[in-house]
């Protein structure tokens, strides 16, 4: 991530946050998000339509979609998500899957100091692929996260937060 570079830390936990709100907004679901050398292209589906007739119809269409996240993008969408988390904690709101599943994914992703990054999501797990350089030169490692995993993970999320990734933390 082209903006971050040269941060105490690469800050993947509030990216994938941030985007991970804007496609639960969406209603995206099975996704896979793949780095850019100037963002992130995400791609999903997403349910089309829908109506009041027959069983089959009610349903929709399901559509794929591709978005192409800019570092100008992800920057507004950080700032949009700081801000709705500040109005969701004075109301007790509650953030969606993807904003939560994206955050703990991203933490982990920060701890591993990736080069490039790529993921994609199936009924709630997860496969990551990550580009890591070392004095052996370049390789690919590969995570997986269950949904149960996930769901772990998001639990112990207020635990495991240091005072300075903390919300409202100053920084």
Do not use: C
Not at 10 to 39: C, H, K, N, T, Y
Not at 79 to 103: I, T, V
Not at 135 to 143: F, K, V
Not at 145 to 170: H, K, M, N, Y
């Amino acid at each position: 991530m082209r903006i971050y570079e040269g941060s105490p830390r690469q800050d993947f936990e509030e990216v994938f946050r941030s985007i991970g709100a804007f496609l639960d907004q969406r209603g995206m679901r099975e996704i896979l998000l793949v780095e850019a050398p100037d963002g992130f292209i995400v791609q999903g589906l997403v349910a089309r339509g829908g109506s009041s007739g027959s069983w089959s119809e009610s349903m929709g269409a399901i559509d794929k979609e591709t978005l192409t996240f800019l570092d100008d993008d992800i920057a507004r969408f950080m700032d949009d998500s700081l801000a709705r988390r500040g109005a969701a904690e004075a109301s007790k709101g509650d953030s969606g899957f993807y904003e939560r599943a994206l955050r703990v994914i991203g933490r982990y992703i920060d701890d591993q100091r990736p080069k490039d990054v790529f993921l994609f999501e199936q009924g709630g797990a997860f496969v990551v692929r990550l580009h890591q350089a070392g004095q052996t030169g370049g390789h690919h490692n590969l995570t997986e996260f269950t949904a149960e995993d996930i769901t772990t993970l998001v639990a112990q999320g207020p635990s495991r937060r240091t005072p300075s990734t903390a919300p409202g933390a100053a920084g």
